[in-house]
DNA sequence: CATAAGGATTCCAGTAGATGGAAGGTCAAG
DNA sequence: CTTGACCTTCCATCTACTGGAATCCTTATG
């Protein structure tokens, strides 16, 4: 197959596919015109790089569970802990973005946002370490 | 004030300083010695980019917050507009994320995660598009 | 056979937002 | 004068691609 068939297949940019190459992912076969030629598994390799790239995880960690996925003596634990450690870090992020998400919406629910230049905004991100606080700790 | 002032009061580091400058977010003085020297209105804009930053605005939209900032003349609209079209990638973030933890956390569930090889997690990477519509499409 | 379109190839550069490190100038203390 | 802490610039690196240029190969058509 030429990359543009893996490409259709798999709904990864052709770009892409020369860039896992390069990078070690994959190492499709090459013809005598130098042009790739793909076998059903470098497609199929190809199209589980797509899935756990979808599912965020690092091209790293796509290396290790591809690595796992052809070691049939493998142990589902670790593949697991992979999951498991992804997963984690998600969470991680969705919490922060989740924070993100409540601050903003609040200043953006007090600011009136009309032409006036008042803004409650603007005067959270520029506020100085509070007043109160830092004149009488005691 | 000297860099690692700065980067003492407003928790970012030196090198972010720089680069911040390098970009042109500020413009810090210099003395003749090739130090740079900054006003306590350089350190309130960095304080300030930091917490926009932290927000996770975008460089660009931080230059934008920036300027409308030191523009008494700005109506708040402006920059409840950069707001919210913030917040709508974060949304969009959150939302991409939550779905990734949810397939995650379902196959790490159903992955008993042993010494066996058998995995649901590279069962479900692996997963050829369904059999049964492809043998049979008419 | 010439030619032109459409794929394929390689290689270089750029994206965001820093961060690490090397090589060297400066300053204050002893 | 030396030591060590601080400052400077510049270049490289990170993630995961993506865009584009220049060139080669294949296939169809006149």
Chains 1, 2 share one sequence.
Request: include cysteine.
């Amino acid at each position: 197959m030429n990359i543009s068939d893996v490409a259709a297949g798999t709904g990864l940019p052709a770009k892409t596919i020369r860039y896992y190459e390069d990078i070690g992912l994959i190492s499709p076969a090459r013809r005598d015109n130098g042009y790739r030629d793909f076998s059903d598994t470098d497609m199929h390799n190809l199209a589980f790089l797509g899935r756990a790239r979808s599912l965020g995880f690092s091209i790293e960690e796509c290396r290790a569970l591809l690595a796992l996925y052809a070691d049939r003596d493998r142990s589902s634990a670790e593949v697991r802990a992979i999951a498991q450690e992804h997963l984690q870090r998600i969470e991680a992020k969705i919490a922060g973005l989740v924070a993100m998400r409540d601050t903003l919406a609040g200043l953006i629910t007090a600011c009136h946002g009309d032409a006036r230049p008042d803004c409650p905004i603007l005067a959270d991100l520029a506020a100085e370490p509070v007043g109160g606080a830092t004149t009488d700790p005691d």
